[in-house]
């Protein structure tokens, strides 16, 4: 399927920007890529092209907003027709999805993408999806800290102390607005003691990797085409378009491929990788992705439908493998809204597993809201 990302505020921006480097280059998935803020030095620091980056917004606030959430929902308000017409957009017809990435432990993300995302529907009829990053408990913990001992630290700790009750509050904004919100908690993601500042670049390739599994179609003209294509139909099937929390699930693992492009299951070649081996990796990977680190931690059981992509070089995707992977997925969720598919890539040397569960339950959410409770109301 074809994606158009627009990435908003810094965490946003930083974050369409590594989806664009994770595109694999035979498995273009792009359509376009978008970067939106009110801060132009953290805006020039992403490697989209000037041509496709827009600081926005009244000039006294162009270093950002300091977490001000009802100044961003203003000026989100103001801006987000206008942001629509301040970059060239002439693939937008050809996207079967709009992505919007954002923080949502600040001001700029968080106070303009519920407007942004609601001019969108109203402009196109594909989804429009929110990526949305939580933010980590050290955010906020530290900023109450510092406000109880005295004068706040170094620029560089970028302390939040409404992060969570901007997450919560921008998260019930987003509900009925946003197709689908597909989540990652930093604070699972970072290591212990680690500043987010230090793991941000890490954080956000691996969520990149996940996007790039789910949403780059399954073959080409040029090469080896899936049994089974997953294409947008089926991903908005799944993640629905009821503003369904979403987590996404990712394993993978490197393998012999004797240069060889084509294999087991797929094509008329003969096959050269061991049967047991290939069974073997699918289910080691499926299993990674459904039981090992999810974007947002939550029970798979609370998912409401799920999807499996099943993806690496043609000669290791054994089709009674990836079928035994979806019956996985299927008995994880208890239910039976799944669906499933391959993704051959020739040029790899990995096989990987891509899960998506929809409409889950998170005693995350739970935690930033009681975080919230504690601290001021961002209205």
Known sequence: MQLEVLGVGGAGCRIADAIR???PTDHSFLTDVFAFDTDESSLNGTVIPESHRSRYGPDDIDGGLAGDLERGRTVGQAYADDLLESVPRPTAESADAILVAAGLGGATGGGTVPALVATLQQRTDVPVYVLATLPADREFDAAADRSRSGPRGPAA??????AAA???ATLERLDGVASAIIT????????????????????????AT????VFARGGDSEGPVAQTVVDASDV????????AVVALGYGDQTVETNGSRFGLGLLSAEPDVDTSEAVSAIETVVRKGIRGKLSLECDPETA?????IVGGPPAWLNRRAIAEGRRTLESAIGGSGILGGDAPRPDGDR????VVLAGVESERLEALRAAADRTEPAD
């Open 21 to 23: 480097a994770a595109e």
């Open 157 to 162: 700790d970028a302390p939040r102390p409404n």
């Open 166 to 168: 901007n997450a919560v």
């Open 184 to 207: 990652f908690d930093n604070e699972d993601w970072l290591r212990p003691g680690e500043p987010l500042r230090d793991g941000r670049d890490r954080c956000n390739r691996e969520l």
């Open 210 to 213: 996940r996007v790039a599994a």
């Open 236 to 243: 908005r099937r799944i993640v629905g378009d009821q503003s």
């Open 304 to 308: 409401e439908r799920g999807l499996l």
């Open 351 to 354: 096989v990987f597993a891509a």
